[in-house]
C-alpha cells in the first residue's frame, strides 16, 4: 500500500515541521512540507494530500498572538479547501502553534450547541497561569469517549512528550462551554498526574486536577487538545511528535511513546 501524502504547512516562524515530517514518515505517510505562500499561488493544493499537519513553533513571531495571523490566512485562503478535506474524511491535526492556529481560525471546536453558526469563538488558549513559558514533560491521555474516529483507535493511550508554549492554557468562555465539550466527547487529550509512566501503570494514573505542574499551564478541566464535531479535525498544546524514538525520552521507564498518534491519523489518511 503507498504512504498517504501527508500536507506539513509551513509558515515564516514554523519550526516543528521537520520533527512532524519525521513522525509522519516513520507511521508509514509521506510527509511534504509546503510554505503557505506556495498554497497561495496556487503551486500545490490542499485538495492533492490525504491529510493535513499544521505543526508547532512561532508563525510569524506570534505576530497579532499565537497563531492568529496564518489562522487569519487560513480562514480567508484555504476556509473552503480545508472544509473540503474535512468533509472528505481527510484527518486535519494542529500540533501546539498549530492548535493555536485551528482555534483561533473557528476550525476547532467549531459550531457548539450555544452558537450553531460559529459566530463568536467560545474557547482559546491564552497566557499561561504561571506567567511564563513552559518547557517540561508531561504525560497525555487520550480520551476513551473522544468523538474523533482516527482518535478512538488508541482510546485511553497514554503519551509522555514535551510541551514548549507560553500561551498553552486552554480556556473556555463559560462553563456550560466547557460541559458541552465533555458531553459531546469533544475533549480528545487530558494531562495526567504521573511522571515517568511504564506501559502497565494506567491504573495509577488519574487526571492533573489542575495541579502543577502535571497540568503545566492552568488549562480548564486539564483539558490538553479538542477535537471538532466532525471528529476529523484534532488538535493539542503538547509535542507528540518529540517522543517517537526512546532515545527522545529524558528519563524513566520505556513506552508512552507519541508514535501511535501519528499511525492514526496515517491511517485515517489512507
Request: hydrophobic share 40%.
Given at each position: 500500500?503507498?504512504?498517504?501524502?501527508?500536507?506539513?504547512?509551513?509558515?515564516?516562524?514554523?519550526?516543528?515541521?521537520?520533527?512532524?515530517?519525521?513522525?509522519?514518515?516513520?507511521?508509514?505517510?509521506?510527509?511534504?512540507?509546503?510554505?503557505?505562500?506556495?498554497?497561495?499561488?496556487?503551486?500545490?493544493?490542499?485538495?492533492?494530500?490525504?491529510?493535513?499537519?499544521?505543526?508547532?513553533?512561532?508563525?510569524?513571531?506570534?505576530?497579532?498572538?499565537?497563531?492568529?495571523?496564518?489562522?487569519?490566512?487560513?480562514?480567508?485562503?484555504?476556509?473552503?479547501?480545508?472544509?473540503?478535506?474535512?468533509?472528505?474524511?481527510?484527518?486535519?491535526?494542529?500540533?501546539?502553534?498549530?492548535?493555536?492556529?485551528?482555534?483561533?481560525?473557528?476550525?476547532?471546536?467549531?459550531?457548539?450547541?450555544?452558537?450553531?453558526?460559529?459566530?463568536?469563538?467560545?474557547?482559546?488558549?491564552?497566557?499561561?497561569?504561571?506567567?511564563?513559558?513552559?518547557?517540561?514533560?508531561?504525560?497525555?491521555?487520550?480520551?476513551?469517549?473522544?468523538?474523533?474516529?482516527?482518535?478512538?483507535?488508541?482510546?485511553?493511550?497514554?503519551?509522555?512528550?514535551?510541551?514548549?508554549?507560553?500561551?498553552?492554557?486552554?480556556?473556555?468562555?463559560?462553563?456550560?462551554?466547557?460541559?458541552?465539550?465533555?458531553?459531546q466527547g469533544l475533549v480528545a487529550f487530558r494531562y495526567q498526574n504521573c511522571g515517568a509512566?511504564?506501559?502497565?501503570?494506567?491504573?495509577?494514573?488519574?487526571?492533573?486536577?489542575?495541579?502543577?505542574?502535571?497540568?503545566?499551564?492552568?488549562?480548564?478541566?486539564?483539558?490538553?487538545?479538542?477535537?471538532?464535531?466532525?471528529?476529523?479535525?484534532?488538535?493539542?498544546?503538547?509535542?507528540?511528535?518529540?517522543?517517537?524514538?526512546?532515545?527522545?525520552?529524558?528519563?524513566?521507564?520505556?513506552?508512552?511513546?507519541?508514535?501511535?498518534?501519528?499511525?492514526?491519523?496515517?491511517?485515517?489518511?489512507?
Amino acid at each position: 500500500m503507498s504512504a498517504p501524502p501527508i500536507l506539513i504547512v509551513h509558515a515564516s516562524g514554523t519550526n516543528r515541521d521537520g520533527d512532524a515530517a519525521q513522525a509522519i514518515e516513520m507511521a508509514g505517510g509521506c510527509p511534504r512540507i509546503v510554505h503557505v505562500n506556495q498554497l497561495r499561488r496556487g503551486d500545490v493544493k490542499v485538495s492533492d494530500h490525504a491529510g493535513v499537519l499544521i505543526p508547532g513553533g512561532f508563525s510569524y513571531g506570534d505576530a497579532l498572538g499565537a497563531g492568529q495571523r496564518l489562522a487569519l490566512e487560513l480562514r480567508l485562503w484555504f476556509g473552503h479547501e480545508l472544509s473540503e478535506v474535512v468533509a472528505a474524511g481527510k484527518p486535519v491535526l494542529g500540533i501546539c502553534n498549530g492548535f493555536q492556529v485551528l482555534v483561533k481560525a473557528g476550525l476547532l471546536p467549531g459550531p457548539l450547541a450555544g452558537d450553531p453558526v460559529n459566530s463568536a469563538r467560545q474557547v482559546t488558549l491564552t497566557e499561561n497561569s504561571q506567567g511564563k513559558f513552559e518547557c517540561r514533560w508531561v504525560t497525555l491521555r487520550v480520551e476513551p469517549t473522544v468523538r474523533s474516529t482516527w482518535l478512538q483507535s488508541i482510546g485511553d493511550t497514554l503519551i509522555r512528550c514535551p510541551i514548549a508554549h507560553g500561551e498553552g492554557r486552554f480556556v473556555s468562555a463559560t462553563d456550560a462551554v466547557t460541559d458541552e465539550l465533555e458531553t459531546q466527547g469533544l475533549v480528545a487529550f487530558r494531562y495526567q498526574n504521573c511522571g515517568a509512566v511504564s506501559p502497565d501503570a494506567s491504573d495509577t494514573i488519574r487526571a492533573a486536577g489542575g495541579v502543577y505542574p502535571a497540568n503545566p499551564n492552568g488549562s480548564s478541566a486539564d483539558i490538553a487538545g479538542i477535537c471538532d464535531q466532525t471528529g476529523a479535525i484534532v488538535g493539542l498544546m503538547p509535542h507528540p511528535e518529540d517522543h517517537v524514538l526512546d532515545w527522545q525520552r529524558p528519563s524513566g521507564n520505556p513506552g508512552a511513546s507519541g508514535l501511535p498518534l501519528f499511525e492514526a491519523f496515517v491511517s485515517a489518511a489512507r
